[in-house]
């Protein structure tokens, strides 16, 4: 999945004229708008018609967006305990407090110190800043449900590979089709 992701932003890369890549590692939470009916029934809280309205429903431009479709049939306490697993990630540079405080276990600290370091340009950034407040294992859970775009047609290769699943061979892919200035 993490390849094919890759290559789907290779592509908008090569028609694009200023893309931008979502960097973050949400390897322990999926997405609602990628996940299918069965993956999404076996989570906490979702049966087999809440998973298929998901699907019905996508795509989910945010996390409120998914918040406002599941609210009418999760508690709060449900709808928490699913998000520790399921999430659309948001942008740290643009997220709202609301959707800050989506991420199970955020709370109004957390969120003040998210918003008090934008704009974020790398998520090393991210790992550094938020990394004052709490501890490694905290930092890598939180990131699973943020990303920081970067436009990768003036990405450095450091920012490039920490899109997940990009290589040495992936990222030479991208830098051969960056857009050229005429």
């Keep these: 999945m993490r390849l094919f992701s890759a290559l789907v932003t290779l592509i908008a890369v090569a028609f694009a004229p200023s893309v931008v890549a979502q960097v973050g590692n949400n390897a322990g939470v999926l997405n609602p708008n990628q996940a299918n009916v069965e993956a999404l029934g076996a989570l906490p809280n979702l049966n087999q018609e809440l998973a298929a309205g998901i699907v019905d429903a996508r795509p989910f431009l945010s ?18 305990e699913l998000y520790a697993v399921l999430f659309v990630p948001l942008n740290l540079n643009t ?29 090393a950034q991210f790992r550094r800043e938020i990394g004052k407040y709490v ?4 930092v890598a859970r939180l990131e699973q449900y943020v990303f920081v775009p970067i436009n990768l047609n003036t990405a450095t290769d450091e920012d490039i590979q920490t899109i997940p699943g990009v290589g040495n061979r992936m990222l030479h892919e991208f830098k051969e089709y960056r857009v050229r200035e005429h």
């Design 95 to 123: 997220a709202s407090g609301e959707e800050i405080l989506l991420i199970p276990g955020v709370g109004n600290r957390v969120k003040h110190e998210f918003e008090e370091y934008r704009p974020y340009r790398a998520l």
């Design 63 to 80: 996390q409120s967006a998914l918040n406002t479709h599941l609210a009418p049939s999760l508690s709060t306490e449900e709808l928490e």
């Design 135 to 138: 501890d490694d294992a905290e």
